[in-house]
């Protein structure tokens, strides 16, 4: 999938130039869709218009590609796990058709440690994934969407077509990487603003996402998907788009507006209407959908770690408690979810319930059930006791939370954080020692 | 067609911003270097003063509320940040903002959740965090290895101090090969002269 139902993973310090950077950016996308002529067709890739036939632009734009990845790839940015590897391998092998492999292409998958919901591809078959994307899909058949969409762009060799179809837009895509470097923050912003200014992660033309929406479903089609259930998947990107808003000024700009998402899910449905209206013949074997959200648990709980650090609570109990239901066994998923509540209580949001204490410990004692040694779920354990929760910490409070934190202390020895446990245990036994001279 | 002209707005505003920043970049520059006398030296723009440093390039960046850069072979090299935000400031990276009750672990925890987002600062390993004190104030310091953009290995010292309504930080950033250890002992020294000028702080 290209941007359009995603957000981008910029994010500005203040609302003013938030909104400002958004319009900017937003603009130019626009701006540079816009100044898309007419293009010259190409051949897609095939056994005839294969990988030893590129001409010298596509070449250099495949080179660029390996370069991009490569640095991308040794960053630390991409949450490798073996199972969940294989089995993304698994489903884009299903969906790859053969003339691609003829054609010298090996698509691969990568899962990159991503807080944006966002999916793209290269030139060269590579299809990044965001944790962000797959931690919401609620089916193969939702995998298998974004990735037959993707490869239609690898097929029909679109991001060599925008970079022939550049002009104008090699000043909006240079404008965009000005526009992220302002935005934010560091270099790694810059790679993946890289990243995107020579895969599909930007806007593409409006008749290259429509070429890609109906060759995806066709290939979605010949590998035995139901089709049907299409729409839904861009649906609930516009869902999380909104879940995220409403918890505050966090800017994850879209390079593209909603409006294009919906245009897309329109797009869909009239194929549905149409070429597709007979449906089609799905085939096994297809992971059902608790299977599914098992294999990419992973990913799961990487997103609400991250939804975690960004302070988007609602967000990261949500994601948190899918990865408790995909792994029940997972202690680390409880924390999370704990974690996530604890920050709902730290941070609450008008018009939505505070979270009791008790659901907060209830998680991390749950996590405690699943591995008693768990030091993670421990240390949270006392910190919510050791938190006030009026203006005088009750004696049992201070009681369970140095019981918990003395037990942390054993379970962790040379924790990157045990001063500042051993900073509360003092204080917490001098709190005792006061209470029993009185 | 209709999305295209819904936009069209979008990309006039987008064209007027686009004017804007161009002017601006073009106005004067942001930073400027800073001549020093002898010590204590007031960093008056973020209300400290502190001593040390002498034979490192210092700059104030006054245009960004007074951040204050020092480096003494170059910034691949070395290089040191002192600065401050109000703490009501959203943390970058995240939607978070310093809680009056936040611990110092909390503020350390923040700090560290926003750098790992920002993923220039990519398999950020903590090599120790724990509290300090710095000009008679509780503060954190965290000690982390990371890799830059181009895969070098660099490490940082950061202090953070909730000062009033403030919150300090002090960095110290360097290949962790040779020029971490070498300049260190320096920038401790300097962190430890530091003395808060925050009125009624």
Redesign the interface.
């Known amino acids: 999938m290209s941007a359009r139902e995603s957000g981008s993973?910029h994010?500005i310090?203040?609302s003013g130039g938030r909104r400002?950077g958004a319009?900017?950016?937003?603009?130019?996308a626009?701006?540079g869709?816009?100044m898309g002529c007419a293009r010259v067709p190409l051949a897609p890739l095939d056994a005839q218009q294969s990988t030893a036939s590129l001409a010298d632009d596509e070449a250099y734009l495949w080179k660029q590609t390996r370069e991009t990845q490569f640095?991308i790839e040794?960053?630390?940015?991409v949450l490798e796990d073996p199972a969940m590897d294989a089995y993304l391998a698994r489903v884009l092998a299903r969906v790859t058709p053969s003339s691609l492999v003829e054609a010298g292409v090996t698509p691969r998958v990568q899962v990159i440690s991503?807080?944006a919901m966002h999916g793209y591809s290269f030139a060269n078959g590579v299809i990044y994934l965001h944790v962000g994307l797959l931690a919401r899909m609620t089916d193969e058949t939702q995998l298998a969407t974004v990735l037959t969409r993707e490869l239609a762009h690898v097929i029909h060799r679109h991001a060599l077509v925008l970079r022939r179809d550049a002009k104008g837009r090699a000043d909006a895509m240079a404008?965009i990487g000005v526009g992220s470097s302002?935005s934010?923050?560091?270099?790694?912003?810059?790679?993946?603003a890289q990243a995107y200014s020579i895969s599909t992660a930007v806007m593409l033309p409006?008749d290259l996402e429509v070429k890609a929406d109906e060759e995806g479903l066709g290939l979605l089609s010949a590998a035995g998907y139901d089709v049907k259930a299409t729409p839904d998947f861009f649906q609930m990107t516009l869902d999380y788009r909104k879940e995220l808003h409403q918890?505050?000024?966090?800017a994850w700009m879209p390079y593209v507006?909603p409006?294009?998402v919906t245009?897309r899910i329109t797009n869909y449905r009239q194929l549905l209407g149409t070429r597709f209206s007979g449906g089609n013949r799905v085939e096994p074997p297809i992971a059902d959908p608790a299977t599914f959200r098992r294999n990419v648990h992973p990913a799961t709980r990487r997103q609400a770690e991250?939804e975690?650090?960004?302070?988007?609570f609602r967000s990261a109990e949500r994601t948190a408690k899918l990865a408790t239901e995909s792994d029940p066994s997972d202690a680390q998923a409880w924390v999370l979810l704990g974690r996530a509540l604890q920050g709902q209580r730290?941070?609450p949001m008008n018009g939505y319930e505070v979270p009791s204490i008790h659901r907060v410990r209830e998680a991390y004692e749950h996590a405690l059930e699943l591995d008693p040694r768990d030091a993670a779920a421990t240390r949270e354990l006392g910190l919510s006791y050791y938190r006030k929760t009026s203006r005088v910490r009750a004696p049992e409070a201070s009681r369970a939370a140095l019981a918990h934190f003395r037990r942390y202390l054993a379970l962790a020895p040379g924790a990157?954080?045990?001063?500042?446990i051993r900073?509360y245990v003092e204080e917490l036994e001098a709190e005792g020692r006061g209470r029993s001279s009185r | 067609m209709r999305i295209g002209s819904r936009w069209s707005g979008a990309c006039g505003v987008a064209a007027l911003l686009v004017l804007a920043l161009v002017g601006s970049l073009g106005c004067a520059p942001i930073w400027s270097p800073t001549a020093k006398g002898p010590g204590p030296h007031p960093l008056a723009s973020i209300q400290i003063t502190a001593s040390g440093l002498d034979d490192w390039g210092w700059a104030s960046y006054e245009a960004l509320g007074g951040v204050w850069h020092f480096t003494r072979q170059g910034d691949e090299l070395n290089q040191v940040w002192m600065r401050r935000w109000p703490k009501s400031q959203v943390v970058k990276g995240t939607n978070r903002s310093i809680r009056d009750d936040m611990t110092l672990q909390e503020i350390a925890a923040l700090s560290l959740d926003s750098r790992r987002l920002d993923d220039g600062v990519a398999r950020l390993e903590v090599v120790s965090n724990e509290p300090a004190r710095v000009g008679n104030r509780d503060c954190y310091r965290i000690d982390y290895r990371h890799r830059n953009d181009i895969g070098l290995l660099k490490r940082t010292v950061e202090y953070g101090c909730p000062v009033g309504t403030w919150m300090y930080r002090f960095e110290y950033m360097a290949p962790a090969q040779y020029y971490f250890d070498a300049y260190l002992r320096e920038f401790e020294a300097f962190v430890r002269s530091v003395a808060f000028k925050v009125p009624g702080a």
């Open positions: 993973r994010r310090r203040e400002a319009i900017l950016l937003l603009g130019l626009v701006l869709t816009a640095e040794s960053s630390g940015l991503d807080v404008w302002l934010s923050y560091g270099g790694g912003a810059k790679m993946l409006q918890q505050g000024p966090l507006a409006p294009f245009g991250l975690l650090a960004a302070g988007v730290d941070k990157t954080d045990e001063a500042y900073g």
